[in-house]
């Protein structure tokens, strides 16, 4: 019995159970060191973070659920997972009881590219708008300040929407790099690579330098994974494409690529290969392996989906870049049952407007559930997975992250179920897919860290970020309507 069960056992007026709910284990620890129960409180380990009375989706192998569970966090790893028992067995300085709420694992983006958020909204509908604002614009407007600018206000729209891990492809993410340290979030960055001379790099091969140093610069960090991102295979050579592939089996680095996306790519690579689709092409060529995660993956058919299984590749599944674009449905569902490793992405913000995966979910079941034809085709629970565990295989980082189990990193998310658009729960992954969105994410914590207490980030300002990202929309204005495009 530790000195906190005493305290529960006392008499007391409503008032002090309030506070002694609220701050139970602060006060017991107050009353110890006064040395009144010493003797008690020895028998409780101590731990850094307890978070109490939640229901705990763990998203472990037997989808287990505590519906009065406890999660207990020591320096950046869970240590405890279970029912409310573990409140005896356990006690810390930081107590987050969240009164019912949904607790589950920090969601994980498998695909973004973060520091697009100053070019969000902009022409959505324009159907050649790749040509006539997206590259016009990065030509003159890439450069570190507009990353870090932009990547700024994507970490905060992604921590805030719940995303504690994210996989990006843009230019100088050394610069993304530094804002995802500062945030406290957890990032695999890819230095994009391609054939066309861009803002970080002349050609393919300066690309490939560019990311070496990167690599070399953030090999060791605790939460940042620095990786190879050649654009796709139509926009680079094979060599290029076949020389990433050995560097990264070298260096042991991811290689984020766009992979059988859309129709044009699918024309050049069959006129360059003899016919074969882009994924039969990479694994041609020697470059399709473990270390490589394809974003969007559209354009494949049963015999690609065995090569990327026997691969082992990951996939980035976009929902609402791929339908908002009009490019298709992958049949992720059908890579899911199969078991490849396949998790959600949401995309640049200019192709799926927002970075917050909470906020694919409905899209995903539905849209999934159409194109089959059966209501029960996408079941709430299969989406959880492939926006947590599936993102982390994905990734390959599942023995890290992507479940609330002992030994796994603390990246958590409490969802708010008092929220009038989240009551009642009868089923929390439904609830999740169908009920929430973004705004609901109440706290993240990552690597055993609180970044967002009841919707405050605590790391960077707020604030300032959006200021600069708005100051930064006026360059983007002036830009557009110089170049005789309109701002729509
Ligand atoms: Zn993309």
């Not at 029912?83 to 973004?112: C, F, R, W």
């Not at 997206?134 to 932009?150: H, N, T, Y």
């Not at 991811?254 to 690579?269: F, G, K, T």
């Given at each position: 019995?530790t000195?906190?069960d ?5 008499p ?125 614009l ?38 993304v790099?530094?804002t ?9 960055l ?9 803002a ?56 984020m ?37 394809g ?12 090569l ?14 791929n ?25 640049g ?25 059966d ?58 897919v ?55």
């Amino acid at each position: 019995m530790t000195c906190c069960d005493i305290l529960r056992q006392l008499p007391i007026p409503p008032f002090l159970g309030l506070i002694i709910s609220m701050k139970r284990t602060l006060l017991a620890t107050a009353i110890a060191s006064l040395g009144l129960f010493s003797a008690f409180s020895q028998a409780a380990e101590q731990a850094d973070l307890i978070i109490t009375d939640a229901m705990v989706l763990t998203m472990n192998q037997d989808k287990t659920v505590y519906e009065n569970g406890t999660v207990v966090i020591k320096d950046n790893k869970i240590i405890a997972v279970g029912d409310e028992s573990l409140e005896k067995k356990y006690q810390a300085d930081n107590v987050l009881d969240v009164d019912g709420d949904i607790v589950m694992p920090g969601l994980i983006n498998t695909h973004t590219h973060v520091s697009m958020t100053v070019f969000r909204s902009l022409a959505d509908d324009v159907p050649d708008r790749l040509h006539r604002y997206i590259f016009p614009l990065e030509a003159k407007l890439v450069s570190r300040d507009m990353v870090r600018i932009g990547a700024n206000l994507g970490n905060v729209e992604m921590l805030k929407g719940g995303v504690t891990t994210y996989a990006d492809m843009y230019y100088f993410e050394d610069e993304v790099a530094k804002t995802v340290d500062k945030i406290g979030m957890r990032a695999i960055l890819g230095e994009t690579i391609i054939k066309f001379p861009v803002a970080s790099a002349k050609n393919a091969d300066a690309g490939i330098d560019y990311t070496l140093n990167f690599i070399e610069q953030y090999k060791d960090h605790p939460r940042i994974t620095p990786a190879f991102a050649p654009h796709g295979p139509y926009t680079n050579t094979t060599e290029t494409l076949q020389k990433v592939a050995k560097l990264s089996l070298e260096k042991d680095v991811p290689v984020m690529m766009h992979l059988a996306e859309s129709d044009r790519e699918q024309q050049v690579i069959a006129e360059r290969s003899n016919g074969l689709s882009p994924v039969a092409y990479m694994e041609s060529i020697g470059a399709l392996n473990k270390n490589l995660v394809g974003a969007h993956m559209i354009l494949v058919d049963e015999h690609d989906i065995e090569l990327v299984k026997k691969s082992d590749m990951g996939v980035a599944h976009n929902m609402s870049a791929n339908i908002k674009s009009a490019k298709g449905v992958s049949p992720a569902l059908k890579m899911y049952d199969e078991d490849v490793r396949i998790g959600l992405g949401t995309d640049g913000p200019m192709s799926g407007n927002t970075l917050s995966t909470i906020d694919e979910f409905n899209q995903v079941a539905k849209v999934h559930k159409l194109v089959n034809k059966d209501r029960a085709a996408m079941p709430p629970l299969k989406v959880i997975d492939m926006a947590t565990m599936g993102a982390a295989k994905a990734l390959h980082m599942e023995d890290k992250i992507g479940s609330l189990e002992v030994g796994k990193l603390a990246d958590i998310i409490v969802i708010d179920t008092k929220a009038p658009n989240m009551v009642p729960v009868y089923n929390p992954y439904s609830a999740l897919v169908y009920s929430a969105n973004s705004a609901n994410v109440r706290h993240s914590i990552v690597d055993g860290k609180l970044l967002m207490k009841d919707r405050q980030i605590l790391t960077v300002d707020e604030d300032q970020i959006r200021k600069e990202a708005l100051e930064f929309t006026d360059v983007v204005r002036k830009t557009v309507i110089e170049s005789g495009e309109v701002v729509q």
